[in-house]
């Protein structure tokens, strides 16, 4: 009997859902086989460590989604059907293609990868990870570029190979983790705009009003649209962001000059009472930067962040934060490609976004009252009350 090992609980994540890609992943890597019975539910929480009751839930999941099938008195069983999805990629190869300063030890661009990797493994699909995005071989039928700069696009990884009548036809091309307006480009991203407008008006609910923005000033889209929805919202509710509360670096943390610069915007007299850290390094940044002012978060200052990393649960106080769908937006992004080479080549440019989901913690708390402030209150008609945009 094939066994299936213990399972360590991910912070921020349902017992079941951890349980649940286990098995689906036993199922991919081939150790059952379509048709194949798995252990029963028992068998299974003993193996994985897990109760029966969480054991059953990634079951169920995994028969709603078409992996399994159970037949009544008789067991659960890997859906035949499942086979045949495999085998629709069969014979087609992506290049996956990573800017020069990009990392997958890096938590985003790692979850992606993830997310591309199940889904080429379901699907049949070959991978080939490019060096500088350059497709020497004219030997990949698509490309994915993950979170890429603009200027990237610009420069194809292949011009394309010649048809026998001399007709150059290029591969299509999917971003995953961007949004460009390049004409025939198909993106899959965040929707780091409506994030980011969601940050300001729970902040504008708690009742703050003296707000500084953290994030990048690099080449990724994400650095443009989370600044852009942090205006935008602060513009609906009435509030100018004076251009000492926008900290902006073209890394993905301060350096040292602006969190001296940070440092001193906090410990003034009409300081911020939040920030909003555009990213999860950010988010620390501002940490170090209220504890060396002297300054208790929440209490004197309200910090929300972006991406939820298993850390995040465990700073003091843990970090209010929005959760980015990256995993699925890999596998989209991967069965998007592979239509776009199935179906009609339109060209058209095209962009899906995924909601971030809202965690709260206990890093944001009311406005506290500065020496000489008026009371203010906010009233934000399309906002939501704290603790219910999760």
Known sequence: MIELKNISPQPGRPLYAVVKDAIRAAIDAGRFQPGDQLPSTKTLSDQMSV?????????????????????????????????????????????????????????????????????????????????????????????????????????????????????????????????????????????????????VRYLLELGHREIAFIGGAGKVSNDRDRLAGFLEACAEAGISTPVNRIFRNSGWRLDESQRVSLEAELGSANRPTAVFAAGYHFALDTFSAAASVGLRVPQDLS?????????????????????????????????????????????VRSVETFPAEFVERLSCAAAPMLPGAATISTKLGAAHPPGSLR
Request: glycine fraction near 12%; proline fraction near 5%; hydrophobic fraction near 35%.
């Open 51 to 199: 109760s029966l009751v969480t054991a059953h839930r990634a079951l169920q999941e995994l028969v709603a989604s078409g992996v399994l099938r159970r037949g009544q008195g008789k067991g659960t069983f890997v859906h035949e059907e499942y086979g045949q999805t495999v085998r629709r990629g069969l014979g087609q190869r992506f290049g996956l293609v990573f800017h020069a300063e990009s990392s997958l030890a890096d938590a985003y661009n790692g979850q992606i990868f993830e997310g591309v990797r199940r889904e080429a493994n379901e699907l049949g699909i070959d991978l080939v990870l490019l060096r500088y995005g350059e497709d020497w071989r004219n030997e990949c039928h698509g490309y994915l570029y993950v979170n890429p700069y603009e200027d990237q696009l610009s420069k194809p990884a292949r011009a394309g190979k010649r048809g026998p009548t001399g007709d150059e036809s290029k591969a299509p091309v999917m971003v995953v983790g961007a949004t460009f307006n390049t004409p025939g480009v198909q993106c899959v991203d965040t929707d780091n705009v409506g994030l980011a407008k969601t940050a």
């Open 303 to 347: 910090i929300i962040g972006v991406d939820d990393p298993p850390s995040a649960s465990f700073l003091n106080p843990p970090l209010t934060t929005f959760r980015q769908m990256l995993i699925e937006m890999g596998r989209a992004a991967a069965r998007k490609l592979l239509d776009s080479i199935d179906g009609p080549k339109s060209g």
